[in-house]
């Protein structure tokens, strides 16, 4: 494990391993090193073309949590990695981690190239839109110590797993690690912001972004289908 530093002072930590073009990998809610197998499986796929940069989130794993949190102090993190890397990279982000990744190419970041896999939007009526105090809920919920009802939540309402799968996974050996990152749900949902409403025009405020990039979905995600998303409502720019 290795550390950078951030802007703000916050330790952020990451695995780095293969050689070549530096290529950084933001994860998505509930994802950090120590208990998603998908982002380590990527990085090991990618490390022999790639020096690959695995990180915690803040607030995940062994990263540092400095308040009070704001979508730039985590544009901040993702800038010290890149300086890390050597002054530019190419970023893959995951789920609301895209979002992130999109934001950080929006605010001028060295980001070479981009890849996006399934970006949480939701931009028609094809599922409900999530609640527009979603985030306070989280808040409320983490809060008053209910961190297990955070998660399902997040699960529930914010993915749209069916309440009867989540009362499962509640018994899973993996739920206390999912309770242990429930305070960064909410970090997510203000990555986020409004891009969950139902409506494209949200999604606007990337239109601005010039970096290549791909777009990429999961052929067994049903909520992401390109049928009932098509390019998932991103900017014309952003389709490569």
Do not use: N
């Not at 794993?61 to 890390?84: H, K, N, W």
């Not at 993996?174 to 203000?190: C, I, K, N, Q, S």
């Not at 494209?200 to 999961?218: E, F, H």
């Amino acid at each position: 494990m290795d550390t950078v530093c951030s802007k703000d002072g916050t330790t952020i930590a990451f695995d780095r391993s293969g050689a070549g073009p530096a290529l950084i990998l933001v994860g998505g809610a509930l994802q950090h090193r120590a208990i998603d197998p998908r982002i380590a499986h990527l990085a090991e796929f990618l490390a022999p073309h790639f020096t690959v940069f695995h990180y915690d989130r803040r607030g995940r794993g062994d990263s540092g949590d400095t308040q009070p949190y704001s979508v730039e102090r985590e544009v901040d993190d993702l800038a010290a990695l890149i300086t890390e890397a050597g002054g530019s990279a190419f970023v893959f982000g995951m789920s609301s981690g895209a979002a992130l990744a999109l934001e950080a190419a929006r605010r001028g970041l060295a980001i070479s190239k981009l890849a996006l896999y399934e970006p949480p939007f939701i931009v028609d009526d094809s599922r409900p839109p999530v609640p527009k105090d979603y985030v306070s809920q989280l808040d409320a919920l983490v809060a008053s110590g209910r961190r297990g009802d955070a998660v399902a939540y997040f699960l529930t309402t914010g993915v749209g797993v069916p309440a009867d799968i989540v009362a499962a996974m509640r018994q899973q050996p993996f739920w206390p690690a999912f309770e242990a990152v429930a305070h960064t749900l909410a970090y997510d949902g203000r990555v986020l912001g409004d891009t969950q409403s139902g409506s494209r025009a949200p999604l606007a405020r990337w239109a601005t972004v010039t970096v290549p990039t791909l777009v990429i979905d999961g052929g067994q995600t049903p909520w992401m289908s390109p049928c009932r998303y098509p390019h998932f409502g991103l900017p014309r720019r952003l389709r490569v």
